[in-house]
């Protein structure tokens, strides 16, 4: 099996900074693209950002020059690092990765992490 665990979360005041975690552990042939999904209360999940194996990077317009994906490869390990932070940032962020397991040959599957809170206060 695959798993992902995060780490990093907590509570920040307006304007601080968080640094979180991801990384995957298990079965691992490779791991495509990765990245942050974040849930507010009452909402939707949403996409934060993603970074695929090639080192592109896409993120979502409201953290755009804010926050900054990064990835190792040879940790299969995400990272979230966040700037300025909002109060609309608050929210539950999971970790996902598109994980080709070993002896699967080239099929892939999405895992996620089970969240991490992040708390910014006004």
């Known amino acids: 099996q695959v798993q992902l665990v995060e780490s990093g979360g907590g509570l920040v005041q307006t304007g601080g900074s968080l640094r979180l975690s991801c990384t995957a552990s298990g079965t691992i042939f490779r791991v495509n693209d990765m990245g942050w999904y974040r849930q507010a209360p009452g909402k939707e999940r949403e996409l934060v950002a993603r970074?695929?194996?090639?080192?592109?990077?896409n993120y979502l317009d409201s953290v755009n020059g804010r926050f900054t994906i990064s990835r190792d490869n040879a940790k299969n390990t995400v990272y979230l690092q966040m700037n300025s932070l909002k109060p609309e940032d608050t929210g539950v962020y999971f970790c996902?990765?598109?994980?080709?397991?070993?002896?699967?040959?080239?099929?892939?599957?999405?895992?996620w992490g089970k969240g991490t809170l992040v708390t910014v206060s006004s």
């Open positions: 996902y990765a598109d994980v080709v397991r070993s002896g699967d040959g080239l099929r892939s599957s999405d895992y």
């Open positions: 970074v695929y194996r090639s080192g592109y990077r």
